[in-house]
């Protein structure tokens, strides 16, 4: 049987996998940490309207500023450093119009800036708004599912929300025209979300997923650049201050979702390109003796980044991070942690097992995981006057070597998406590398009658193949691995 590291009193994090706990105690505990805004997507930073156009709040050598990149992120320029003195925006949102800045400030006032934010450029638009998104069209912007303008601001319509309940965690809008979804929890219920969707701009909703996550922890979500894409951020705080910052993905809608990566911030925002994402990662540190702002900039939908550091201020940031090789292999299992963390940095705490006792003071320890299952992994680093904690969740994935089990590997492990969706006339099928396939294997795609109209063939060495659907009619399709426990995935062609 398969065993979970860590106290099963925790929260789950990875709900693809299964099996037991191992533990039965753990010196640690969740703290709560509860924010006087929600975490939209676009909050600390957005995505302009042209590619590699992106701005975002950041600081600056006497405060906060506003700034806006047009290469990524590698190079910024300050557009407003006098956050902290005239306006003191939460959040901010770009429209569709070039130039066209919006910025929420408490308590509930909208501005808009027609030159970039550049300062003394922001002009009072309303004082009844409580969060801001980006729309799809120009002049288009939301409060929230509450209600939206189409004129920059000046008017908005109000939404009739039927079906919504809970509190909500998080709100966002899709690239298809009037879809809308609602992150949203229950208090009387603390081990579940859910993700409500709206096909009509906000008026009347239906529950589109339902997540065993605790409804306590910090989420934000953010379209992607195709309909029915939304990148999920889930992050808690453990009661020694360490971090659990998790990406997922969905590109139907919110229907099925896959973990993607670990990361070092919370603050994210699709790009306009295929695959792209941007992570905001801040570091203001020691009463303001240390400043950093990294741009995470990923093509491949979250699963790798290129960093950008355009703001420096002071020594380097504290800040835990580690990697770890392999992370998947038969019992007994022997890893190389490297310590990615950055600062002066005088003690590596290493926890292999989540169970509150420290493991390793090494900086880059070798460990023998003995027992099979699924193990989550931290690491405290400590400096003179500063520390942190990073926590992979499930990173480690020891199994017994028997074909039984290396068959459940292949189907816990495997995630099986296509891009675009809906597409016109291909669409390309992405699969992770941690399939281990002693032949070559196919993806098998069937018509809504469930007849298998067509097939693709693929190998280990592969980790894309492409459908063209040139021949086929507009209509909705499901493909599925040759493996009979694998999930079935829809997709639509539309010509």
């Not at 670990?262 to 570091?283: D, F, K, M, P």
């Not at 998406?417 to 291909?426: E, G, K, L, S, V």
């Amino acid at each position: 049987m398969l065993k979970r590291s860590g106290n099963p009193d925790l929260p789950v994090l990875r709900s693809t996998t299964k099996g037991e706990s191992g533990k039965n105690t753990i010196l640690l505990f969740i703290s709560v940490i509860f924010l006087s805004s929600i975490l939209f997507a676009d909050s600390a930073i957005t995505r302009g309207p042209d590619i590699g156009e992106i701005y975002y709040i950041g600081p600056t050598a006497t405060g906060e500023g506003i700034y806006r990149s047009t290469d990524f992120g590698e190079t910024a320029t300050c557009m407003d450093s006098t956050l902290n003195i005239n306006i003191n925006f939460l959040s901010i949102a770009a429209d569709l119009t070039p130039g066209v800045l919006y910025g929420f400030a408490m308590p509930e006032n909208l501005y808009i800036s027609y030159n970039y934010g550049e300062e003394g450029s922001w002009v009072f638009r309303s004082n009844d708004i409580s969060a801001i998104l980006s729309g799809r069209l120009e002049g288009y912007i939301y409060n929230g599912k509450a209600s939206h303008s189409d004129d920059y601001g000046v008017n908005f319509i109000s939404h009739a929300n039927n079906g919504y309940f809970g509190s909500l965690k998080a709100v966002e809008i899709d690239n298809q025209d009037s879809v809308g979804y609602a992150l949203a929890r229950e208090y009387s219920v603390n081990d579940s979300l859910w993700l409500l969707i709206s096909n009509d701009d906000f008026e009347n909703f239906e529950v589109q997923h339902s997540f065993n996550w605790y409804s306590v922890f910090d989420y934000s979500i953010s379209r992607g650049s195709e309909v029915g894409e939304l990148y999920l951020m889930k992050s808690a705080h453990y009661g020694d201050g360490s971090m659990v910052r998790e990406l997922w993905f969905s590109n139907d809608y919110g229907e099925n979702w896959f973990f993607k990566n670990h990361l070092l911030s919370t603050r994210i925002v699709g790009g306009r390109q295929a695959g792209e994402l941007y992570i905001l990662a801040n570091y203001t540190q020691l009463m303001g003796e240390i400043k950093h702002t990294y741009i995470y900039h990923s093509l491949d939908y979250g699963e790798t980044f290129t960093v950008y550091h355009p703001f420096a201020y002071g020594s380097d940031p504290y800040y835990a991070n580690f990697e770890a090789e392999p992370i998947t292999g038969s019992a007994p299992l022997t890893v190389q942690f490297t310590d990615l963390s950055s600062g002066d940095i005088q003690t590596w705490e290493w926890d292999f097992d989540l169970d509150g006792t420290v493991d390793s003071y090494e900086q880059n320890p070798e460990y023998t995981f003995q027992d099979t299952g699924f193990y989550s992994v931290k690491l405290r680093i400590y400096g003179d006057i500063y520390e942190d904690g990073y926590i992979k969740t499930d990173y480690i994935h020891v199994t017994d070597g028997s074909g039984a089990e290396n068959h459940e590997l292949q189907v816990l492990s495997f995630e099986l998406n296509n891009y675009p969706n809906p597409f016109n006339p291909t669409t390309t099928f992405s699969f992770n590398e941690t399939i281990n396939l002693n032949e070559k294997s196919r993806i098998e795609i069937y018509n809504v009658k469930g007849q298998k109209v067509d097939e693709l063939t693929f190998s280990n060495q592969q980790s894309e193949v492409s459908w063209n659907a040139e021949g086929f009619k507009s209509g909705i399709y499901f493909y599925k691995l040759n493996l009979q426990t694998t999930p079935i995935k829809k997709m639509l062609l539309l010509k």
